[in-house]
C-alpha cells in the first residue's frame, strides 16, 4: 500500500519562496506518475503541477515558471520548489501517485487519475 507524507508548509510573504517534500513510501509500480495538487477554503481541489517516470512534467498556467516539481528516485520523494508567491497560491498542498505514466492532457491534473493521496501541508502566503 502506497503511503504519502508531506511537509514543508507554513507561511510565507508575498514574493516569497518555499519547498514543499512529498515523502512516498510502499511505491512497487514500474510506472507512476506524481502530483501537486491544492485546495482553497471554498473552492475544488486543482492540479498544481505532474511528473512521471519518463521525467514529463506539465504545470497549470498560474504556477507556470514560478514553480518546479522534481523527484528523487533514490529518496523516494517529491517536492515543489515555489518561488514568487502570491496570495492566491495560498491552499492546502497535496501530493498524489497514479498507477500509470504517459497521460494524456486532459488527465495529467485531473483528481480521477491519482489513486493515492497524502494528507495534505498548509501554505499561507499573506503579508
Known amino acids: 500500500q502506497v503511503q504519502l507524507a508531506e511537509s514543508g508548509g507554513g507561511s510565507v510573504q508575498p514574493g516569497g519562496s518555499t519547498r514543499l517534500s512529498c515523502k512516498i513510501d510502499g511505491n512497487t509500480y514500474s510506472y507512476w506518475t506524481m502530483a501537486w495538487f491544492r485546495q482553497a477554503p471554498g473552492k475544488e481541489r486543482e492540479g498544481v503541477a505532474n511528473?512521471?517516470?519518463?521525467?514529463?512534467?506539465r504545470y497549470e498556467d498560474a504556477v507556470a515558471g514560478r514553480f518546479t516539481i522534481s523527484q528523487d528516485y533514490a529518496e523516494s520523494a517529491l517536492y515543489l520548489q515555489m518561488n514568487s508567491l502570491k496570495p492566491e497560491d495560498t491552499g492546502m498542498y497535496y501530493c498524489a501517485l497514479a498507477t500509470f505514466a504517459g497521460m494524456l492532457d486532459t488527465q495529467a491534473l485531473a483528481t480521477y487519475s491519482y489513486k493515492f493521496w497524502g494528507q495534505g501541508t498548509q501554505v499561507t502566503v499573506s503579508s
Open positions: 511528473i512521471d517516470t519518463y521525467g514529463t512534467a
